[in-house]
DNA sequence: TTGTGACTTGTAGTCCGTG
DNA sequence: GCACGGACTACAAGTCACA
């Protein structure tokens, strides 16, 4: 009866998408321009913030760069 | 002149895989036992390990829960 | 017990569009 | 600005024989 970690019975995927948009919301770029600043397409971005990729550990590490947070903080509470 | 815990210049691949290294000796188990309680081929691990292979989120998701701690912990000091 | 090269299959990731 | 889809190409996933 515990919920490992993080946010309800989403999959990671899901979990992960809804992060990283909060985040890069507050950073007040659009998905194009978050997009294009770490070099991503735009449409990879759009589908892995709808939890509907599972991106690899490089494109992972890019998008912490892109929010300038580390690997920790980005998957801190999930 | 030390450098603190993470940063380095190795790859993130290298990182993650001397990160899950440590995390699975501290456990005690071989490669081969670790591999089959996440039910993972013994073969991958090791490239993993090795920083040959660019994981993916759900495959770094069992290994976390593999090595029971949470995604957080796993990228601690990475 | 672990490392590695080679391989096939599935999907990550790119690029072109649309409403 | 975003969600979605089609059609691709590059590479991760997964397995094996052998060192």
Redesign the pocket.
Known sequence: MFNHGGGLHLNIQKEFGLRIQQLRKATGK????FALSID??R??L?SI??GK????L??IKKIADGLEISLSDLFRDL
Chains 1, 2 share one sequence.
Do not use: I
Not at 30 to 33: L, M, P, R, Y
Not at 53 to 56: H, I, M, Q, S, Y
């Open positions: 659009s998905q194009e321009k991503m397409d449409t990879y759009a913030e709808a990729r599972n991106p690899a490089q494109n």
